[in-house]
């Protein structure tokens, strides 16, 4: 086994807990907190249910035919520890350093280790994987098998690469993307430049990956899509669905593929890659620095990396942005974290070859990365993707305790997921479950609608739905925001003030947190009635 010769200055048992520390204590604040949003509206309730019932299958949820990898994950560690939301959250921070400690390894392997420790904390102080970090979902177990897949495709370890693809995939069926991408990728160049492939950097390639025209590299790379296939097949012998219910295929699959929506949701995906939640600054920075000839050390340029390495890194994010522009009904960031690394890899690579301070550019880009954690960008997004997630989640905690304590016995007019987090207690909202009339959002017409309804509920739980920056980027451009409502969900909820008016209630709780606000309305009609019964 080839072993690369800055692993034994950095072993994994000193890095692995290393990193998961540094989670840990970065975390602290947050590790207490219910669970936010898809946590409680499908992972938590599927991986409770496997806890409870040993069903891969929910019972609680409609299944969405999601691989349960890391549903089994969370209910092991239930069954050791506990359910709480901190036993939940310290596992999914040990999953996050596993991927960090695959960083780690792959940019020290293609680079070496100050490129490597340069991409942990770039990785690491990313908002959207910082907030991802300790959330039960699973796209950071999706990218820390992805990763690892990775490593061992360069170093040509093809059952460990079998094995990494297979695990990713059975975290997250659109992990299936990476070593599709790559077997891909070696087929093209096998047939466009197979003499060159094969002759180029000769020296390097043998100490980094494989060579072009092996016949045996198909094979690792199917192997995944066997495991992914099982699973599909044991659940449409189990539900009679093979891609999950058919409004979670509808919403992520048949309603995406529609020409003007790909295109404007590419355009998306590319900015999720390059510029978005403060990721500009690094790539930017490294478009600058390409025009910068390479630094000398002892007369010799610093290396770059293999050029054949940097094409199938940009193979794979390549085919993530058009995959993920044409599937998945929310263009969710999160969904892109497997290739969040390799841009990282890629880029801090680039400024240490061509950057004499490189590290101080580094630092400035870490440096807004953690301010991203905190401070919330002047366009929309999606609140999952920094602490804006904990402002959610504490808004609704005393919202909700106030339902409790005022109104128990009441029924309550809401939207998901506020109605999941009052009707399952095991979310860690509320202390007993409340009756609920659901409704799909706090738009006039849904409002106007339940109005006439006002019979079958006694007060209103309203909250933001979607965050509203104060000057929205395209804010004046009528065309964009038509296309954001008809392909992407989009839609304005009105303000607590409004939404008692429409509803013929007294607002009697409001608060307001980071640019996210709820309110409780009162109907005093329907209380009147119930107190002279």
Same mark, same amino acid.
């Given at each position: 086994?080839?072993?690369?010769?800055?692993?034994?200055?950095?072993?994994?048992?000193?890095?692995? #807990?290393?990193?998961?520390?540094?989670?840990?204590?970065?975390?602290?604040?947050?590790?207490?907190?219910?669970?936010?949003?898809?946590?409680?509206?499908?992972? %938590?309730?599927?991986a409770?249910?496997l806890l409870?019932?040993?069903?891969?299958?929910?019972?609680?949820?409609?299944?969405?035919?999601?691989?349960?990898?890391v549903?089994?994950?969370?209910?092991?560690?239930?069954?050791?520890?506990?359910?709480?939301?901190? $036993?939940?959250?310290t596992?999914m921070?040990?999953?996050?350093?596993?991927a960090?400690?695959?960083v780690?390894?792959?940019?020290?392997?293609?680079?070496?280790?100050?490129v490597?420790?340069?991409s942990?904390?770039? &990785?690491?102080?990313? #908002?959207?994987?910082?907030? +991802?970090?300790?959330?039960?979902?699973?796209?950071?177990?999706?990218?820390?098998?992805?990763? !690892?897949?990775?490593?061992?495709?360069?170093?040509?370890?093809?059952?460990?690469?079998? $094995?990494?693809?297979s695990m990713? %995939?059975?975290?997250?069926?659109?992990?299936?993307?990476?070593p599709?991408?790559?077997?891909?990728?070696? %087929?093209?160049?096998?047939?466009?430049?197979?003499?060159?492939?094969?002759? =180029?950097?000769?020296?390097?390639?043998?100490?980094?990956?494989?060579?072009?025209?092996?016949?045996?590299?198909?094979?690792?790379?199917?192997?995944?899509?066997?495991?992914?296939a099982?699973w599909?097949?044991?659940?449409?012998q189990?539900?009679?669905?093979?891609?999950?219910?058919?409004?979670?295929?509808?919403?992520?699959v048949?309603a995406?593929?529609?020409p003007?929506?790909?295109? *404007?949701?590419?355009?998306?995906?590319?900015? +999720?890659l390059?510029?978005?939640m403060?990721m500009?600054?690094?790539?930017?920075?490294?478009?600058? =620095?390409?025009?910068?000839?390479?630094?000398?050390?002892?007369?010799?340029e610093?290396?770059?990396?293999?050029?054949?390495? +940097?094409?199938?890194?940009?193979a794979?994010?390549?085919?993530?942005?058009?995959?993920m522009?044409?599937?998945?009904?929310?263009v969710?960031?999160?969904?892109?974290?497997p290739?969040?690394?390799?841009?990282?890899?890629?880029?801090?690579?680039?400024l240490?070859?061509? $950057?004499?301070y !490189?590290?101080?550019?580094?630092?400035?880009?870490?440096?807004?990365?953690?301010?991203?954690?905190?401070?919330?960008?002047?366009?929309?997004?999606?609140?999952?993707?920094?602490?804006?997630?904990?402002?959610?989640?504490?808004?609704?905690?005393?919202?909700?305790?106030f339902?409790?304590?005022?109104?128990?016995?009441?029924r309550?007019?809401?939207?998901?997921p506020?109605?999941?987090?009052l009707?399952r207690?095991?979310?860690?909202?509320?202390?007993h479950?409340?009756?609920?009339?659901?409704?799909?959002d706090f &738009?006039?017409?849904?409002?106007?609608?339940?109005?006439?309804?006002?019979?079958?509920?006694?007060?209103?739980?309203?909250?933001?739905?979607?965050y509203?920056?104060?000057?929205?980027?395209?804010?004046?451009?009528?065309?964009?925001?038509? !296309?954001?409502?008809?392909?992407?969900?989009?839609?304005?909820?009105?303000?607590p003030?409004?939404?008692?008016?429409?509803?013929?209630?007294? *607002?009697?709780?409001?608060?307001?947190?980071?640019?996210?606000?709820?309110?409780?309305?009162?109907?005093?009609?329907? +209380?009147?009635?119930?107190?002279?019964?």
């Amino acid at each position: 086994m080839i072993e690369h010769r800055g692993s034994r200055r950095f072993p994994t048992a000193v890095l692995l #807990p290393l990193f998961y520390l540094a989670l840990i204590g970065v975390h602290i604040p947050v590790l207490h907190l219910p669970y936010f949003w898809d946590e409680a509206g499908y992972y %938590v309730p599927a991986a409770r249910d496997l806890l409870l019932s040993r069903s891969l299958i929910p019972h609680s949820t409609v299944s969405n035919a999601h691989p349960p990898l890391v549903m089994a994950y969370l209910a092991l560690a239930w069954k050791l520890a506990g359910f709480t939301p901190m $036993v939940t959250r310290t596992a999914m921070l040990g999953i996050a350093a596993f991927a960090l400690l695959g960083v780690f390894r792959l940019a020290q392997w293609v680079a070496n280790t100050e490129v490597a420790l340069a991409s942990v904390l770039c &990785t690491a102080a990313y #908002p959207v994987f910082f907030a +991802q970090s300790s959330l039960a979902q699973l796209d950071v177990a999706s990218a820390a098998f992805t990763i !690892w897949g990775l490593l061992a495709y360069v170093r040509d370890r093809r059952v460990a690469t079998a $094995v990494w693809f297979s695990m990713a %995939v059975l975290s997250k069926e659109t992990a299936i993307i990476a070593p599709m991408a790559l077997l891909l990728f070696e %087929v093209a160049a096998r047939l466009l430049r197979p003499e060159q492939s094969r002759r =180029a950097s000769a020296r390097e390639f043998r100490r980094t990956t494989r060579a072009v025209g092996d016949r045996r590299l198909a094979y690792e790379l199917l192997l995944p899509i066997v495991s992914l296939a099982i699973w599909y097949g044991y659940h449409w012998q189990r539900t009679g669905f093979v891609f999950g219910n058919p409004e979670f295929f509808r919403y992520n699959v048949q309603a995406t593929l529609n020409p003007l929506r790909i295109v *404007l949701a590419l355009g998306l995906r590319l900015w +999720q890659l390059s510029g978005y939640m403060g990721m500009y600054l690094l790539t930017l920075s490294t478009v600058m =620095a390409m025009s910068l000839p390479p630094i000398l050390d002892a007369d010799k340029e610093r290396k770059r990396i293999a050029v054949y390495i +940097q094409l199938s890194f940009f193979a794979i994010m390549v085919a993530y942005a058009v995959i993920m522009a044409m599937i998945g009904g929310a263009v969710l960031a999160r969904y892109l974290l497997p290739v969040i690394p390799l841009v990282m890899i890629i880029c801090v690579s680039t400024l240490r070859r061509r $950057v004499r301070y !490189w590290r101080v550019v580094v630092g400035i880009v870490v440096a807004a990365f953690i301010a991203g954690w905190f401070v919330n960008p002047s366009y929309g997004f999606s609140p999952e993707d920094n602490l804006a997630y904990r402002d959610y989640i504490e808004l609704h905690q005393r919202a909700e305790s106030f339902l409790q304590a005022h109104y128990a016995s009441s029924r309550v007019l809401t939207a998901w997921p506020a109605s999941d987090e009052l009707n399952r207690p095991f979310l860690g909202y509320v202390a007993h479950p409340m009756h609920v009339f659901r409704i799909d959002d706090f &738009t006039i017409e849904q409002l106007t609608a339940a109005a006439d309804l006002r019979s079958q509920f006694h007060v209103a739980l309203v909250f933001s739905t979607k965050y509203e920056p104060v000057r929205r980027w395209f804010g004046r451009w009528r065309r964009w925001e038509q !296309w954001n409502m008809r392909f992407f969900g989009y839609h304005r909820d009105v303000a607590p003030e409004v939404a008692a008016q429409i509803l013929g209630g007294d *607002l009697v709780y409001r608060e307001q947190r980071g640019g996210q606000w709820v309110g409780i309305i009162e109907i005093p009609q329907v +209380q009147e009635a119930r107190l002279n019964r």
